[in-house]
């Protein structure tokens, strides 16, 4: 180091970790899981009725339930379908009041058709229980 050198932070984005190379000289992208999954508390989900989604980012996205809870769902999961942000409402049967989220979607270059949630931070989506929702039991 240099007597008044001033050092930078660079900002660091971690989106996907992707693999190059392959045997043959090319490169080979390997895409890591894009599903988003939506995590609803034991005390809520039973009284889960499904999940509405809009925006760019899921216009034509279908949240699936992959851990039926009674007539209710523990869990769902969905795949962004564009670039963009995506509202997520998971509705219920009672109180407290359904549930709302925003998330966003990116894409990426060598992974053609697959949009992650930005930050990858923001999956899961967890849904309050009771008590922090405001409700009580």
Known sequence: ???GTILR???VVAVVTLGCSDDSGGTECSCGDSTVHIEVPADRAPYALGVTLSGRGCATATAQCTQPAGAGCA???FDGTGIGDCDV???FAEAPADF???????GIPCCAGLYYVSPPSADPIEV?????????E
Do not use: C, I
């Open 128 to 136: 309050p229980d009771v008590s922090d929702a405001g409700g009580t």
């Open 75 to 77: 869990a769902y999961e």
């Open 89 to 91: 409402e998971l509705t």
């Open 100 to 106: 709302q989220e925003q998330v966003s979607f990116t």
């Open 9 to 11: 932070a660079l900002p």
């Open 1 to 3: 180091m240099f007597p």
